[in-house]
């Protein structure tokens, strides 16, 4: 099997597995430039059936770190201790196994710490548009049919386009985006996408994108840019025209994307990072995701776990001391002072 076979192989089984553009080399190769082939490892994880976990991971000998590329997968307690064993286990020098988004099962796991970084808002999709459809609320049904009516009644020039893949132009990307961000500053909010983001969602759009385009005769007006892999679209953007607020067209988009996806025989959709009052109208559940840092000691660990605001506080004493210590006088006074703050108790 020759080199482009292997890599493909190899995506193969990554996008079976996960279903997320974040274990996708593709995108990998796009958003982290630095990852390649050859400065990656792999590490598979296996019953005597099948495979169940393909990860890779980089080595970092010199600071003793090892991290976890796959993003946004889900692992089990079992599973983190199988990674971690075989990793401590193959790589004597490493004190710490970080993974830096997680969907986790529980968090049982010794020598852990868990943090709390996003939330992700996901729509298990029925089979049918219909189904869909009657699983909203009246007054949710309501509303769509209210701004269907008033656009076509209003907007003889609005039409719905999607467009997938090789298709797909860098001035329809760049177009949501500028749009998105212009709705952020109008909210008094920083716009999280910049022109290197919009560079490399295109690039990624040509490969596993689906772009559903709002317009009013030929002029974009509103859409949202999506990533489709198997079953799973991931929806990162939603935008419109701050002009065209009166009809909702943002709504209009992304229902529209959402009954595409069903109509396409797609299982979940992602509606991404925040909780919104929209995305339950949608029907939408949430769950964490987790950056997880495991430990090989419980020394390393226990160091980590420390509160900030304790490790700060010891620091801020320690250089109390030696301050007081190198001027050489006033030591019993200082050190007096101390005892009086600390108070030991069996308690």
């Known amino acids: 099997m020759d080199e482009k076979s292997t890599i493909e192989n190899l995506n193969g089984q990554l996008i079976t597995l996960y279903e997320t553009p974040n274990s996708d080399l593709a995108f990998l190769n796009i958003n982290h430039p630095s990852i390649t082939e050859d400065s990656c490892f792999k590490l598979l994880v296996s019953d005597d059936k099948e495979l169940k976990h393909l990860l890779l991971f980089k080595y970092a000998g010199s600071e003793k770190v090892i991290t976890i590329l796959n993003e946004c997968i889900r692992l089990t307690t079992p599973e983190i201790k199988t990674v971690c064993n075989t990793l401590f286990n193959e790589f004597g020098n490493i004190k710490e196994i970080v993974f ?6 529980d968090k049982k796991n010794p020598k ?3 943090t709390k970084v996003l939330d992700d808002s996901i729509l298990e ?3 049918s548009v219909d189904v869909y459809m009657k699983s909203l609320s009246k007054k949710t049904r309501q509303y769509f049919r209210y701004y269907k009516n008033r656009i076509a009644k209003e907007m003889p020039g609005f039409s719905i386009s999607f467009i997938e893949n090789e298709d797909i132009t ?10 998105n961000r212009e709705r952020m500053k109008t909210k008094g909010k920083k716009p999280g996408i910049d022109d290197t983001d919009c560079e490399k969602m295109y690039r990624y759009a040509r490969i596993n994108g689906l772009l559903c385009l709002c317009y009013d005769n030929e002029t974009i007006i509103g859409g949202t840019i999506c990533s489709v892999i198997g079953k799973r679209a991931f929806i990162h953007v939603v935008a419109h025209d701050d002009s065209y607020q009166k009809y909702s067209i943002g709504q209009t988009a992304l229902i529209n994307t959402i009954q595409y996806l069903i109509e396409h025989q797609k299982k979940y959709a992602h509606l991404m990072w925040g909780e919104s009052e929209y ?7 949430m769950y964490d995701l987790y950056a997880v840092k495991i430990f090989r000691g419980q020394a390393a660990y226990g160091l ?6 304790i490790v700060s506080g010891v620091k801020s004493l320690t250089f109390s001391l030696k301050k007081k210590l190198k001027k050489n006088k006033g030591i019993v006074d200082f050190y007096r002072k ?5 108070r030991y108790s069996d308690e």
């Open 100 to 105: 830096p988004y997680l969907f986790l099962a």
């Open 112 to 114: 852990t710490i868990y």
């Open 125 to 127: 999709l029925p089979d």
């Open 170 to 179: 860098y001035e329809q990307v760049s177009a949501i985006v500028n749009l």
């Open 279 to 285: 995305k339950h109208r949608l029907h939408c559940q």
């Open 304 to 309: 980590h776990a420390i509160p900030s605001g």
């Open 338 to 342: 101390i005892l009086k703050k600390v």
